[in-house]
């Protein structure tokens, strides 16, 4: 009968694609798989590019799905190299961790703006809708305060949620803003705003004039790529990759390959800052 | 009756009327609205960044520039294996149920059951199962093989339902008259009743691509978030889906091509669409003639 023989067939073709798919599996000598943190990973995945490009016949595929899972796939072998976007628990004190880079958050004002300084609780505060006005800081005008958040689901978001204990929906911003060239954009022509961006994005145009903006000091720490680098900087995080063990062949030269100068140029160019050795 | 009474009677009905066509006519302008609102905002903010060269190259610094072509070949293999798994199996199961047992047998409720189920659960779940059982347990790692299965059977309970329903819709006249004719039941099947019920397999058919398409939770853990060519099954490959989630939401700076991207998706989709449904109709005129 005619449908016997297709479904026949049909079984063949699966069994055979199964078994020439495990084999294939199987040749991984030159492989690496990196997974964790959604913040690390596309910084990664241009390391990787630039790595391939450089050893041909090396595979890096860099997935995602959190800190957490980097580090636990790292543990349990799942990934070669686990990625995080933090500094390492106590209960991961076992493993290796090797920071690469580190994503710092800058405080945004206008140039124009008197105030020169907030402390945690006031910007708390004035993210919260609890404090609307300027002149009920420091050295401000009499004017209301624009609220300038970020989109939800972004890691620059996150983490400043996470350093000033709020909730997403605590806020009340008055613009929301997609990325971080938004974020200055929209700050620059208002006046009486406050706004957060990634450091690296907004140094160098504030150090050159280009936008008119200020950007605050932390307690007493100044909000510059060195000390976000030198990890002075309150408002900032390591980005680590993570291995179980003390690296050795391939994985101990990708890993030395991106903590070199090499990658500088890539790190800046995801508006992260990378660490001067 | 009258005159003036059957005026007035007239009267209140057209009011009525009035009020029906109303309600009918906002409801279709609040759903035009958002369609066109959701299309218009992706077009305008899309539609600077394709060219060819976006359409053939691919990403660079972590996709904000250079094009998706590894993205959308990958896309492709996945909802292809996907299809290739889900159709065949969903209509057959369609058919077994309407076709070969009886509609209220113990055993046809507890699949019907376990199908409404199945379309019930969020795709993170099958994005975890597939995560366990095609990267896992049967070695697949993270591969377009593991993501065209995952959806395969994410997609399963909508293509059964609407292959179903198309069964359905195939009067029992045509049955009986193929049984008249002494047509073996394999051939009236394959003649007759699935030709017959080939809007409904379509629909089936478009709702898997949608779904397949428009799925991001699943494939993280299963196709993965490798952006580069895929050269073979086995191969991890980032779906277009995940493309514009990474760039809106992880990139910095990717908004632009999070928007080309998602452009492209919704043309896709839409040939698609109507490819599918020129084809439906072809098959179903060329079959029943």
Redesign the interface.
């Known amino acids: ?1 005619k ?1 016997g023989i297709v479904i026949k067939m ?1 079984f063949a073709t699966l069994v055979f ?2 078994v020439s ?2 084999s ?2 199987e040749d991984k000598k030159d492989r690496l ?1 990196l997974t964790g943190s ?2 690390v ?3 990664l ?2 390391i990787a590019k630039r790595y391939e490009k450089k050893h041909p016949g090396v ?1 890096i ?5 959190g800190s957490t899972r980097g580090v636990n796939d790292a543990r349990n072998g799942m990934a070669d190299i686990g990625m995080a976007s933090r500094a390492p628990k106590d209960s991961e004190r076992s493993l290796k961790f090797f920071t690469i880079a580190r994503d710092g958050i800058a405080i945004i004002l206008h140039k124009s703006n008197p105030v020169k300084s907030l402390s945690d609780d006031q910007i708390r505060k004035i993210y919260a809708g609890e404090i609307t006005n300027w002149k009920d800081l420091p050295g401000g005008l009499d004017e209301k305060i624009i609220v300038v958040n970020k989109a939800d ?4 978001l996150e983490l400043f949620l996470k350093y000033y204990k709020l909730k997403s929906d605590q806020i009340k911003p008055h613009v929301v803003i ?4 938004q974020g200055i954009k929209t700050v620059s022509v208002n006046p009486h705003s406050i706004g957060y961006v ?1 450091i690296g ?1 907004a140094y160098y145009q504030v150090k050159q004039g280009i936008a008119p903006l200020k950007l605050l000091p932390m307690g007493n720490v100044v909000a510059s790529m060195d000390t976000v680098a030198r990890g002075k900087y309150p408002l900032s995080r390591p980005l680590n990759i993570v291995t179980k063990t003390q690296p050795q062949g391939l994985v101990k030269d990708f890993i030395s390959f991106a903590m070199s100068g090499e990658v500088h140029d890539i790190i800046e ?3 992260f800052v990378p660490i001067n050795r | 009756m009258s005159e003036q009474a059957v005026r007035l009677e007239r009267g209140s009905h057209y009011d009525l009327d009035n009020l029906a066509t109303f309600i009918a006519w906002s409801g279709f302008i609040v759903v035009v609205l958002i369609f066109v609102w959701i299309l218009g905002e992706i077009l305008v903010n899309g539609i600077s960044v394709i060219s060819w060269e976006f359409l053939t190259e691919s990403p660079g ?3 904000r520039s250079g094009g998706i072509l590894p993205i959308l070949v990958s896309t492709g293999v996945i909802v292809f294996i996907c299809l290739a798994f889900a159709l ?1 199996m969903g209509v057959a199961t369609a058919v077994y149920l309407n076709e070969y047992t009886l509609k209220d047998s113990r055993f046809a409720k507890f699949i019907n059951i376990s199908i409404d189920v199945l379309a019930a659960i969020p795709s993170i779940i099958y994005g975890l199962f597939g995560f366990v059982f095609f990267n896992n347990v ?6 377009l ?1 593991s993501g065209g299965l995952t959806l395969a059977c994410m997609v399963l309970p909508f293509v059964i339902r609407a292959s179903i329903d198309g069964l359905k819709a195939v009067p029992d006249a045509y049955r009986e008259s193929s049984t008249a004719l002494a047509m073996s039941k ?1 051939a009236s099947l394959f003649y007759v009743i699935i030709p017959s019920a080939m809007p409904g397999i379509i629909a089936g058919f478009l709702l898997g691509i949608g779904r397949a398409l428009a799925e991001t939770a699943a494939l ?2 299963t196709s ?5 060519m895929p050269s ?3 191969d ?1 490959g980032r779906a277009l889906s995940i493309h514009v989630y ?1 760039l ?8 632009a091509n999070a928007y080309g991207s998602a452009f492209v998706l919704i043309v896709v989709l839409l040939v698609v669409n109507s490819m599918a449904i020129y084809i439906g109709n072809k098959i179903q005129r060329r079959q029943l003639r």
């Open positions: 009968m449908l049909l694609s199964l798919g495990l294939q599996a798989v959604s913040t990973a596309p910084l995945s241009e595979r595929d860099v997935q995602t799905g689901g972004r890691s620059t997609g990325d971080n060239q990634s994005s160019e995801q508006y | 610094n972590a996709g065949p049967l070695g697949f790692g993270f591969s093989l394999s993280l853990f993965g978030y490798v952006d580069r073979g099954v086995m991890s990474d809106a939401m992880n990139v910095s700076g990717g908004d």
